[in-house]
């Protein structure tokens, strides 16, 4: 086996792994994308400009640690290259929006990367930290959350550090 590790941003001692066998795939490309605000800014300016405008949720993105590691190998038997990317989503129960923000960023970079191998299939897993009824998922899933979406609204309880953002905690969005 080889593996790709990741560590998370700032201060947080963790990370992800994501590893393969070698006597079926060699590694042909990869990278880390951190699912915060500085990469939603530099990919998405025009998200980000909607973003800037919600402090909470602004301030929130600027402090997740979360990553993302996506890779592409190259099938040793078949010599057909796969994306392949492992995240763990930030957790707090009433912050589904963040978490919505970070699965589209990732999808889109792993999409990237898989554009630039001949649109090869991707393959995503790891800890989203979303359940069936949260817009993240929608997202995963649809490809679309909408504007009026629960998550949005379940994350005006949100803000970084607050009590006041804490929220029921119930996680059911």
């Known amino acids: 086996f080889e593996s790709e590790h990741t560590m998370k941003t700032g ?26 605000w500085g990469r939603m800014a530099q990919d998405h300016p025009e998200l980000a400009a909607f973003v800037a405008q919600h402090d909470n949720l602004k301030v929130g993105l600027e402090h997740v ?11 040793r038997l078949t010599g057909k290259r796969t994306a392949f990317g492992t995240t763990h ?49 929608r997202l995963a899933t649809t490809g679309v959350v909408k504007n009026d979406d629960t998550c949005w609204h379940k994350g005006f309880k949100f803000s970084w550090g607050g009590d006041s953002g804490l929220g029921d905690g119930d996680g059911a969005d």
Do not use: K, M
């Open 11 to 36: 201060s947080a001692r963790e990370g992800l792994v994501l590893a393969y066998r070698t006597d079926r795939f060699d590694f042909v490309d990869g990278e880390t994308v951190p699912l915060s």
């Open 65 to 75: 640690t979360s990553v993302g590691a996506v890779v592409v190998l190259r099938d």
């Open 89 to 137: 989503l930030f957790y707090h129960p009433d912050a589904c929006h963040i978490r919505a923000l970070q699965f589209y960023t990732l999808a889109h970079a792993i999409e990237a990367l898989a554009a630039r191998h001949g649109d090869c299939p991707v393959v995503l897993g790891g800890d989203f930290n979303f359940t069936r009824t949260t817009g993240a998922y």
